[in-house]
């Protein structure tokens, strides 16, 4: 997930990486545009979302199930329509983005981790990926394995990330079973012993969320592939200066 001054479609398999969690959530509003842009401006390598659906069936940027914590707005994100939903402020002046318009913002510039809130939407993810000419700069992630088998099955090009909050015994082998190309574990499991089971198998690891620059040290040494951060001004900076040539 190299930091680079420039974009690379070769990126994901080049360095350490810096990925901007929810975009540069800790200086603009988590999940926008503004947010997006900054995290690009940071020199981050990939923007991660959140993706929920509308009453009406839009594919819409949030993390949570309903618009009370990040809007001046109140309700479940699959009761209200787009029009509704993006009446309401979700920080700095900002609406909650289409999926749609936040992946053509970030074609040419910066790559996206899709993660995936809800099931039932994926033939529709791969269908705008697709479309959009984007599957080599895409990672969908999930809790929801089944999904992610179902995201492979529709396109084999587009490269999945199992999200893990605790350690299984089985993890490896159904990572690699599914053809995994990473896994984001919870920062707390990204041991030195996980780290090089998973990379025996060429499977990349992305832990998760890594705000203080002393753990983001510690798994940068400790062999990670990249971090997924708050902070991704932070990370582009640890990254250039323990990596650079």
Not at 37 to 60: C, F, P, S
Not at 129 to 134: E, I, P, R
Not at 191 to 213: A, G, Y
Request: proline fraction near 2%; glycine fraction near 6%.
């Amino acid at each position: 997930m190299v930091v680079i001054c420039f974009y690379s479609g070769d990126v994901l398999v080049t360095s350490r990486i810096i990925i901007a969690h929810r975009g540069a959530s800790a200086h603009t509003p988590e999940n926008t545009l503004l947010s997006f842009e900054k995290a690009w401006r940071y020199g981050a390598d990939m923007i991660e979302l959140d993706v929920h659906e509308t009453d009406d069936g839009h594919l819409v940027c949030i993390h949570d199930a309903t618009i009370d914590r990040t809007t001046n707005g109140t309700g479940a994100v699959s009761s209200l329509t787009l029009s509704e939903i993006q009446k309401f402020d979700a920080g700095m002046g900002q609406q909650i983005p289409l999926l749609e318009d936040v992946i053509k913002f970030s074609k040419g510039k910066i790559q996206v981790n899709i993660e995936l809130k809800i099931a039932g939407v994926e033939e529709r993810i791969s269908d705008i990926v697709n479309s959009l000419d984007m599957t080599n700069d895409i990672i969908i992630s999930s809790f929801l394995h089944l999904s992610l088998s179902e995201i492979k099955e529709l396109n084999d090009r587009i490269r999945i990330a199992i999200l893990v909050q605790n350690d299984n015994d089985n993890l490896l082998s159904y990572a690699h079973e599914i053809g995994a190309y990473a896994i984001n574990p919870a920062k707390e499991l990204a041991s030195t012993l996980l780290i090089t089971r998973f990379h025996e198998f060429e499977i990349k690891v992305f832990p998760w969320t890594v705000n203080d620059e002393e753990t983001m040290v510690r798994l940068l040494d400790g062999g990670v592939d990249g971090l997924i951060t708050d902070h991704p001004e932070v990370g582009v900076n640890l990254v250039k200066s323990k990596f650079s040539s």
